[in-house]
């Protein structure tokens, strides 16, 4: 393929986070390798971004940085406002992408971030093949499992749902999924949504992948050579993650196995429910909370334990799964969304939510099995890290990147029509 000029929109880009800004960045640099990018993020980015680029130089990619003006954005604190801030810039950047046009003339456009589908993507508007995604966010949690969160976690379910029917009506979601070439879904629930708003060509492809530094940092990570059993979850204390699950389960195989330990690494407003969980359980002297910390820190605590336990209600990604498997760890998680696309039986389990309480009882057989065997889990391990190099790299994904492109970039015989602004 020829070196093709592509427009990026990412509005979450940074080289030292991982997540959301993770996938911008990464995404651009895969891009690079076979085309020439122009690259539209946020100007709270730029210095990150120019930090990087003085040691580690990307001379195929152009960085166009915007925000919308300061008295524009003053009700904007940190999180608060995040979604109309962005849903604003979206419309913002379209003009700005349009005056590039003119002096670039793209070959195809690619929205990266925000990784969800209820918003649109006013840069599907220009006369150029456009690509969605990856895209989530499609995920929800089973109706069965509402009355185990807080009464915070069930007002934020419940808003969280007239959200997603709000944004599938949105007549600018459904003209960025009917001008869409083709929509990269990151779960099987997303991608549903996607062709029931009528994206034409819908491609599964989780947005998770691991850059090779990492894999090789976390494949020295050995299974612990002593000690009690331990299982492990990462990830912020939010009741979506399903730790109260994972709690449940740890207290009913931990009737067998008194020795056995739980970590949880993260911080969060769940903190203190989970403690008191674990309390009434019965097996707080066995369950510690070390909060947040620092990535690389996590990675290192990952020596300590032997598997992890990742419970989550609806997570169109699951970063930690993929770095525990890189890590030579099974994973015992639902059978829901971006986890359920990571692991295997040859890695791992895998539990379909269909009742907290059926949930909780296969989470904890599962923890059993591995009690019962120590020796499986290296076994499982092993497994799970040739999965992520075959599957999960960053390299691999700039791969399907170009094969995706020349899909979107087939000709098509209906006309893209002038855009509405």
């Avoid at 999924?177 to 779960?187: E, G, K, Q």
């Avoid at 709690?247 to 009737?255: E, P």
């Avoid at 092993?382 to 700039?398: C, L, Y």
Wanted: net charge positive; hydrophobic share 45%; charged share 20%.
């Amino acid at each position: 393929m020829k070196r093709i000029r592509v427009l990026v929109s990412a509005y979450a880009c940074d080289p030292n986070v991982g997540s959301e800004p993770g996938v911008g960045w990464n995404w651009a640099r895969q891009i690079a390798r076979f085309a020439e990018a122009w690259v539209i993020t946020r100007a709270n980015n730029r210095e990150a971004i120019e930090t990087f680029l003085a040691q580690h130089p990307m001379p195929n990619v152009h960085w166009v940085y915007f925000d919308l003006p300061r008295w524009a954005r003053w009700w904007k604190k940190g999180r608060r406002g995040i979604q109309l801030y962005y849903y604003l810039w979206q419309a913002g950047v379209y003009f700005m992408a349009k005056r590039l046009h003119r002096e670039v003339h793209f070959d195809l456009i690619q929205h990266v971030t925000f990784v969800n589908y209820w918003m649109p993507s006013f840069l599907s508007f220009l006369p150029v093949p456009f690509l969605w995604g990856p895209v989530g966010g499609g995920d929800t949690t089973p109706a069965p499992f509402l009355k185990t969160f807080s009464l915070r976690g069930q007002i934020f379910e419940r808003a969280r749902g007239v959200i997603l029917w709000l944004g599938e009506r949105d007549p600018f979601v459904r003209a960025t999924a009917r001008r869409a070439r083709v929509a990269l879904a990151t779960t099987p629930q997303t991608a549903a949504r996607l062709e029931a708003l009528g994206v034409r060509e819908v491609r599964l492809l989780s947005q998770v992948a691991l850059p090779q530094e990492e894999i090789q940092f976390l494949k020295t990570t050995p299974l612990p050579a002593g000690g009690p059993f331990r299982f492990v979850s990462l990830g912020s204390l939010l009741h979506l993650k399903g730790f109260h699950l994972g709690l449940a389960a740890f207290a009913r195989a931990g009737r067998e196995f008194p020795n056995a330990e739980y970590w949880l690494i993260g911080g969060g407003p769940e903190r203190k429910r989970l403690e008191r969980l674990a309390e009434s359980l019965g097996v707080r002297a066995r369950v510690r909370f070390l909060g947040a910390q620092p990535r690389r820190q996590v990675f290192e605590q990952l020596a300590n334990c032997h598997a992890l336990i990742h419970p989550s209600l609806h997570d169109s990604g699951g970063w930690a799964v993929a770095e525990a498997m890189a890590a030579g760890r099974p994973v015992i998680c639902l059978d829901w969304g971006g986890p359920g696309l990571q692991v295997t039986q040859e890695t791992g389990f895998k539990i379909f939510p269909r009742t907290p309480e059926q949930t909780v009882r296969e989470l904890s057989e599962s923890m059993l099995v591995l009690l019962d065997s120590p020796g499986l889990c290296a076994k499982l391990g092993q497994a799970a890290q040739t999965r992520i190099t075959d599957e999960f790299t960053w390299d691999i994904r700039g791969r399907q990147i170009r094969e995706f492109y020349a899909k979107a970039l087939e000709p098509i015989v209906i006309k893209l029509s002038d855009p509405p602004f």
